[in-house]
């Protein structure tokens, strides 16, 4: 069972270039979650889906950033007009939650994205 | 709003050392808490989940505890080891279903 997979694993864009980060979750899972984080920061959450539906965007910035998970393919990170403050690893994370609110989160490698 | 604080930022120990590190919370109301750990430039490797009926749990040479009350949990290291160096995060989870992290502490194992 391979684990979530996020692609690419490192992007460099050029201020005003468009972001687009790739996530598979985990075979069986229905649940995605991503989260941001910064340089000497812990990871905070931005976003939370299920397969067509956004559940929960509250930590998402209000502009530029946008999120979905389609019925087939990856969910999608994208972000619009870059700025060197976007810099950052964002991480995937899918899970089971048919089983539950306690259910684990487990973690892709991450997208290290460099805004130049 | 949920606030993880893990202190101190970094730790470096000789090897053979038995070590304990702290994760604390402001509210008690988790569904669960989950220690991580992260190696550099990598992703987030689940090490433990105590859900918040647990007290603790046991994995190998790790065992974590939890203490919902007082807003505290503890992971405990026994005979580290260097290839125990990484960053070790702590997370919560309360009544949404989002992780709510702490900055990590960077365990440096000295051999």
């Known amino acids: 069972n391979a684990g979530v997979m996020q692609n690419p694993r490192h992007l460099v864009r050029r201020r005003g270039q468009e972001a687009r980060l790739r996530c598979s979750p985990m075979k069986g899972h229905s649940h995605v979650y991503w989260y941001r984080q910064l340089p000497e920061e812990g990871l905070k959450f931005m976003v939370y889906?299920?397969?067509?539906?956004?559940?929960?965007e509250s930590g998402m910035p209000k502009e530029r950033f946008s999120a979905e998970f389609p019925k087939e393919g990856p969910s999608i990170l994208r972000i619009q007009q870059v700025v060197r403050g976007d810099s950052a690893a964002y991480f995937c994370a899918s899970s089971q939650r048919d089983r539950g609110i306690g259910e684990t989160q487990y973690f892709g490698p991450g997208t290290r994205l460099l805004v130049l | 709003k949920q606030e993880v604080t893990q202190i101190p930022a970094a730790l470096s120990v000789p090897e053979g050392e038995n070590l304990v590190l702290n994760c604390s919370f402001t509210d008690s109301a988790i569904y669960n808490l989950q220690w991580f750990r992260q190696d550099p430039g990598k992703g987030l490797t689940s090490l433990l989940l105590i859900q918040s009926s647990q007290r603790e749990q046991t994995s190998g040479r790790l065992n974590a505890s939890l203490d919902k009350s007082s807003g505290r949990s503890t992971l405990y290291i026994a005979a580290s080891q260097p290839g125990d160096s990484a960053t070790y995060l702590c997370?919560?989870?309360?009544?949404?279903?989002?992780?709510?992290f702490g900055k990590g502490m960077k365990l440096t194992v000295n051999p």
């Open positions: 997370a919560v989870k309360g009544g949404s279903e989002k992780l709510v």
């Open positions: 889906l299920q397969k067509e539906n956004i559940i929960d």
